[in-house]
């Protein structure tokens, strides 16, 4: 099961002000220049969260495992996976305690699991992928299937891809499928001046606006669109009220663009923009909140050194 990319854009191209949902931005092109941000000097995330991994790897498996007391294996599923190579350290860790792990990453993008299917073939064999090409939405019900206790993460600041409404609910669902021997291993990245913010999300090598543009290079590939990418430009925007980054494609002109497959002709006007993606950046009682409505209880945090960024763990409440 993959996403509805017709539905998808029909709907939000037809809608007032436009969108286009970031789930649309990972097809194997999006999913490369994705990877490609992750190292650039402008986007702090990866590596501050990286950072957490390398010093507290194994008091967060062992945080994970305790409670479980059931004396079998830890199961780690992984939202939005990617190419997974932070989640490594925490599979290491997890080796450390057990003879072999399985790692359930899900993600729609198949070429990114089956690259990090690859890669951990190599680095860890002893961990067992059981990739999941889906939505989460699509995923969770699989998850249900899993025995013993399972470390659920969700990493990379994702959860800040998603308004607190849509958010809650996947970690309800999430705590619902994995039961009560459940933990939560959550990245989010935290609120900090948008001197810091708009050039992670609007980098001077111009990798993000490739990365932003390419939801209409994919239009253009898969469904027959006419996008000129030349005619929209890449925006981030600080949203102080809301405490996220917004990332939008602004039309450069009055201007019409058909996307054959769809039947549709979707009509522009000078400096409209699309909104492709919001990054929320949190502060730990807005993170504490979410965890505790869905289910969650309250957290212990890790930061990195510049305390840019934190990652929680949570065990299901009772
Ligand atoms: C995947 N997600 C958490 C990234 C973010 O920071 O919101 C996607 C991204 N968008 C632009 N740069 C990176």
Redesign the pocket.
């Known amino acids: 099961m993959t996403i509805d990319l017709s539905e998808q854009v029909r709907r939000g191209l037809t809608a007032f002000p436009k969108t286009l949902p970031?789930v649309l931005?990972y097809d194997e092109e999006g999913s490369r220049l994705?990877e490609a941000?992750?190292d650039l000097p402008e986007?702090y995330?990866t590596r501050a969260e990286r950072s957490i991994f390398v010093q507290h790897a194994d008091e967060l498996v062992d945080l994970a495992l305790g409670g479980a007391s059931t004396g079998r294996p830890l199961t780690v599923v992984e939202l939005?996976a990617?190419s997974a190579s932070k989640t490594e350290l925490l599979l290491a860790a997890v080796l450390r305690r057990q003879p072999t792990c399985v790692y359930v990453p899900i993600d729609v993008s198949r070429a990114a699991i089956e690259g990090a299917a690859r890669r951990l073939a190599v680095n860890l064999p002893a961990v067992r992928v059981r990739g999941i090409v889906a939505s989460h939405e699509q995923a969770l019900p699989e998850l249900a299937t899993i025995e013993g206790p399972a470390l659920a993460m969700f990493i990379?600041?994702?959860?800040?891809?998603l308004d607190d409404q849509d958010a809650g609910r996947l970690l309800r669902d999430l705590r619902q499928a994995l039961g009560a021997r459940a933990s939560l291993l959550l990245g989010t990245?935290l609120r900090k001046s948008s001197e810091v913010l708009i050039p992670?999300?609007d980098d001077a090598a111009g990798v993000?606006a490739a990365?932003?543009k390419n939801v209409l290079a994919r239009i253009n590939r898969e469904l027959g669109g006419r996008f000129d990418l030349a005619r929209f430009r890449h925006l981030?925007r600080w949203n102080e009220a809301r405490s996220r980054?917004e990332?939008h494609l602004q039309s450069a002109d009055d201007q019409s663009v058909a996307i054959d497959a769809l039947g549709l002709v979707v009509h522009f006007r000078r400096g409209e923009t699309i909104h492709t993606?919001?990054?929320v950046k949190y502060d730990l009682a807005h993170v504490a909140r979410l965890l505790e409505a869905s289910g969650f209880s309250p957290p212990r945090v890790y930061f990195d050194d510049g305390r840019r960024f934190a990652v929680h763990l949570a065990r299901s409440a009772p």
């Open positions: 970031p931005f994705y941000i992750t986007y995330l939005g990617g990379g600041s994702s959860i800040g891809n990245d992670a999300y993000t990365f932003n981030a980054i990332m993606e919001s990054s």
